[in-house]
């Protein structure tokens, strides 16, 4: 049900529901379509690089490091391993495609190059924080937030925390420093 479905079924109409509408409506809240997935698109975080199967990437907002052949069964404090070759990844198979797994949010921003965010929302603690075509939405309250995890709008200004990745073209690791 929407804002207008919702008022207009508590009995509100004309210039009362319009009242109603635009009263806590502030231009950077700008509500979007969180069920609508992006094909593939050229949004890049500010700082990327790409996956090929020959070398590890691995890939964290604002620093990234490309290395030859990464060994990513040395990396400590893993959150999550994700075979991306496994049909439970297939959500990560297409740029704009994002998974939810054990409270974190993975999305392939751009051809090979995953961002990984807490599911749980800086707004209120819920659960609820999705990618949607070029940033990270709550659907709770419509808090927004970049890719590198600062907040887009007043509901999302506290930001949300960023994960490191790290993948060899067949496997994801999302890890704390």
């Keep these: ?21 635009t009263s806590c409506i502030h231009e950077e809240d700008t509500v979007v379509d969180a069920l609508t997935l992006a094909g593939p698109q050229s949004t890049t975080p500010a700082s990327s690089t790409t996956a090929t199967p020959s070398s590890g990437t691995v890939t964290t907002p604002g620093t990234s490091t490309t ?16 075979d991306l070759t496994s ?16 409270g974190i949010v993975v999305a392939q921003v751009s051809a090979g190059v995953y961002v990984a965010v807490t599911q749980t929302c800086s707004h209120e603690p819920k ?18 937030f970049d890719l590198t995890g ?6 999302g200004s506290k930001g949300i ?17």
Excluded at 161 to 176: I, S
């Design 67 to 82: 290395t030859s052949g990464t060994d990513l069964s040395t990396i400590a404090s893993r959150l999550l391993t994700i």
């Design 150 to 155: 600062k907040g887009k709008n007043s509901f």
């Design 87 to 102: 049909s439970a990844a297939t959500a990560l198979k297409t740029v704009g495609g994002y998974l939810a797994q054990s």
């Design 127 to 144: 659960k609820k924080i999705i990618f949607n075509k070029t940033e990270f939405y709550c659907t709770e309250h419509g808090a927004r």
């Design 1 to 21: 049900m929407t804002r207008f479905e919702f008022l207009k079924s508590l009995g509100f109409s004309g210039a009362a529901l319009l009242v109603a509408m």
């Design 161 to 177: 925390t960023v994960y490191k990745t790290a993948t060899d073209g067949k496997t994801l690791v999302v890890y704390n420093s």
